[in-house]
């Protein structure tokens, strides 16, 4: 069990928001409304964002959206360990990949005053009283000894004082999240990009941990940089925010035929495969605009024939055999 032997009862399927903060692109408040209101109206219940997201952005847009709507029928999740401090209001964030101003800046603090201190500017730029799920976001990045010794003790505390639901640690390291898993202070953990229909071996460790410590995972990043979110894999397909290396491009295109073959397709089959593993409660996927929720709804409900996941199993092995027998060579 958990510190808390706390389980919240998690949607299949969340929102996620670091869109409505302008990541990559602008996103209009048109497109926001629709994002939100169509969430809403498709049974959409789990909202996650991040102060990192357009440094601030995502939290108030969301709030604004949500505002209005009954507060005891969703789910909130968001995260510290980056403070939001005055920025010179001159330039922009596109290194961080935000289209905004940086009118803020952020500053790594995983102490408990900053932690607290995250929560509370949180609260303010949602228009919240509480969240439901406070995480401490990608430790591994920041001050990581930091963020075990002062962070997670700090969001337990928190959790037990009433302040939240329930704390986790959101990352793409896997070996971060098993670490905090065995501390036995998490509820939650948010795992981006690690156990996907395209790869899995990163997170069988993490898995079994957090099934023998009965930690909830979220699944985010599932499409792996968008590589599986087209039924068809053009040659400019992403991996890991890169031109995807020939031998990805390969097995992702052997998973689009396989869908194809089982009349299903490949993003069906990314957004499900996830659930399919015991210890994965729920998967967040990024929404920018009322068709893409429909869009991700729709995937989330298409019927795969239980012989297209036997297909699946059977290229999972044959691609660990192939990796496996490459490595050894």
């Known amino acids: 069990m958990s510190a808390a032997g706390l389980r919240l009862p998690l ?7 670091a869109q409505l903060g302008n990541l990559y692109r602008v ?12 969430a809403w109206e498709q049974g959409i219940r789990c909202f996650d964002t991040a102060p990192h997201y357009g440094i601030g952005t995502s939290e108030r847009r969301l709030g604004e959206r949500l505002r209005g709507l009954p507060r005891r029928e969703y789910l909130v999740s968001t995260k510290v360990g980056r403070l939001l401090d005055p920025g010179p209001g001159t330039g922009d ?3 961080n990949a935000f289209w905004v101003p ?3 800046v952020r500053r790594w603090d995983f102490s408990e005053v900053g932690v607290r201190a995250s929560h509370q500017a949180s609260l303010e730029r949602l228009g919240l009283d509480r969240v439901d799920i406070l995480y401490a976001h990608d430790p591994e990045e920041g001050p990581t000894e930091q963020a075990f010794a002062e962070g997670l003790p ?15 640690v959101g990352s793409k390291d896997a070996a971060v999240c098993t670490r905090a898993v065995r501390t036995g202070l998490v509820d939650l953990v948010m795992l981006s ?19 023998e410590h009965d930690v909830q995972v979220v699944a985010v990043s599932v499409f792996n940089s968008g590589l599986l979110s087209r039924p068809v894999v053009p040659d400019g397909a992403t991996y890991e925010y890169a031109a995807a290396p020939a031998e ?10 396989l869908a194809e073959d089982h009349g299903v397709t490949l993003p069906d089959l990314a957004v499900q495969y996830p659930l399919r593993h015991p210890a994965i409660a729920s998967v967040v996927l990024g929404m920018r605009t009322a068709g893409q929720v429909v869009s991700n709804v729709e995937r989330m409900g298409q019927h795969v024939p239980e012989a297209a996941w036997e297909a699946v199993a059977a290229l999972e092995a044959e ?11």
Do not use: S
């Open 27 to 38: 996103t209009t408040d048109e497109e926001a409304d629709g994002a939100v209101a169509a």
């Open 193 to 211: 990009g690690r156990y996907t229909l395209l790869e899995q071996d990163a997170a069988r460790e993490l898995l079994d941990a957090c099934l």
């Open 93 to 95: 964030d596109h290194a």
């Open 248 to 257: 990805i491009l390969a097995h992702a295109r052997a998973l689009a035929a």
């Open 319 to 329: 691609w660990a055999e192939r990796t496996a027998g490459a490595r050894d060579a």
């Open 102 to 104: 940086d009118d803020h």
């Open 154 to 168: 700090a969001l337990a505390r928190m959790r037990e004082e009433g302040l939240v639901g329930a704390v986790g």
């Open 11 to 17: 949607p299949r399927l969340g929102f996620g928001a």
